[in-house]
């Protein structure tokens, strides 16, 4: 390096922090040099959001000199997010406009992130489902909450839950519930693996060895933002969801036989305890002649304390669901009557005012897609499309594994594809390679992942209807890929469920990933 010489100022962090970095965690050497700084006057450190961030001691350093950076103890007043991003600077003393950055996540998980009331589901991608509300203290404890699960014949309405909860810097942890006096088994205790993304947002698998009731199923809690006062009025509009479960599980518990499926549709709700109308698509395993779509009329009851209030249908005889509100266009729903449908478990979320033509879907979205083949067992798909607006899909690709077929696609073309959508928010979308599909439009602003985050709004969901595969997806309008990287931290959510019975299972974690590295 010249530290003397001629030429511009130049700062270079020459020992730069790690990207992730935990709350409360030992100190960390860094260490910058400013080219041509012919005094050596060294650079000042600093970071942001102040007063937040951390310390440095000494905050003035020569050439090459190190400082000692301290992350802070505490999470930033008001955070809610578990990696928070910090900025740290050296500044150049001989010219303030001189300077270096370095970008970090801050971990700060800890059970304090998680408080308030929130709706959870999970789904066994089979005959087992749960839905349900608990209540976290911020202290590590569950104090109250009910749920509703249904497997393989039996379902067990509103059993209460108390619990215990941890959650490490990165995120991750355990949540561990009992479900009292369920209808079929007395308590059952359920243990999950969980992974935070912020105060309200958690992905969870449970992870028991399959004493609890879904069986390795997989899902999401969210903070219900529609509480403390629940009421019929927030369910209130159009709607559209999707369901995975067991078609007849009664008949194969008998020794028939039952059948995988998927569902999806669409209904209107008035907010006062009807549902005048509605229409309820179904694929079984091994699609047509097994594909059937119906028109339904129901009612519902008001949300109780948790969120939770009940839907019934004329469906099948007089099916019945509970549905638990996390905001007033996300409903978290399992069947809870008629146990030829076990396990029969999604979520619905509001159209708000999406359009009702081909260009309510224009665009780039990504996409992932599990459901049933013929015989019945798991397949998994992901891939990427775009859409012109006018009903073609001008560009597009599909990796699909149904190992149990030993069929293993990859980067399969979807270009040439086409959709309709013609007055409701009910469509179909053909595929280049003879897939079919109904597709059913949500709010744009609605974020489908995360329904409290209000960025990252819009997308559809879908049901494959061809005689193939019997599957649900979701699509996701997808950032800009000549500027998108793979860069800071996830939460990673994976599903395996396939091949003998209890063989099913949930992945849960955390990653962090740098562009540079």
Known sequence: DNLGGTGSLLVQMVQPPPQYVQMGSAGIGLAATVLYDKNNVGVTWSCAPAGSCGSFNPTTTGYQIPTLYTPPTTPPSGNTLVNVPITITATSEADSTQTATASIFLQVGSVALLQGQYAFVL??????????????????????????????????????????????????????????????????????????????HVILAEADQFTGFTVGGVGSMDLQTAGPNFSASQVSGGYSFTLTGFSAAAVKAAGGTGLNGSWGGIFTADGVGTIPNGIFDTNTVGGSPNYSSVPFVGTFTAPDANGRGTISTNLNGGTEYAYYLVTPEVLRITTITNTGFAGNTGSAYGQG??????????????????????????????????????????????????????????????????????????????????????????????????????????????????????????????????TAALDGPYALLLSDQNGLKNSDGGFVGSMGTSSTT
Do not use: K, W
């Not at 911020?138 to 909450?145: A, R």
């Open 353 to 482: 005012s999406v359009a009702t033509t081909s260009a309510a879907l224009t665009g780039s979205y990504v996409f992932t897609n599990f459901g049933f083949d013929v015989p019945g067992n798991a397949f998994g798909a992901a891939g990427q499309l775009t859409t012109d607006g006018s009903g073609n899909i001008s560009s597009g690709i599909e990796d699909l594994n149904d190992s149990a077929n030993s069929v293993l696609t990859l980067a399969q073309s979807l270009a040439g594809g086409t959709y309709v959508i013609s007055g409701s928010p009910r469509g179909t979308i053909t595929g280049s390679n003879g897939q079919t599909y109904n597709v059913y439009l949500t709010d744009p602003n609605l974020n489908l992942l995360d329904p409290n985050n209000t960025t990252g709004g819009g997308g559809a969901l879908f049901l494959e209807t061809d005689a193939t595969y019997s599957s649900i997806g979701m699509m996701i309008p997808q950032a800009d890929p000549a």
């Open 123 to 200: 789904e066994g991608q089979g005959s087992y489902g749960m839905a349900g509300s608990l209540t976290l203290d911020g202290n590590g404890n569950v104090t109250e909450g009910e749920a509703d699960a249904s497997a393989n014949g039996f379902y067990s309405p509103a059993s209460p839950i108390t619990g215990t909860y941890s959650l490490d810097p990165t995120g991750h942890g355990t949540l561990s519930i009992i479900l009292g006096n369920t209808s079929c088994c007395g308590n059952v205790p359920q243990t999950h693996s969980i992974t935070a993304t912020s105060s309200s």
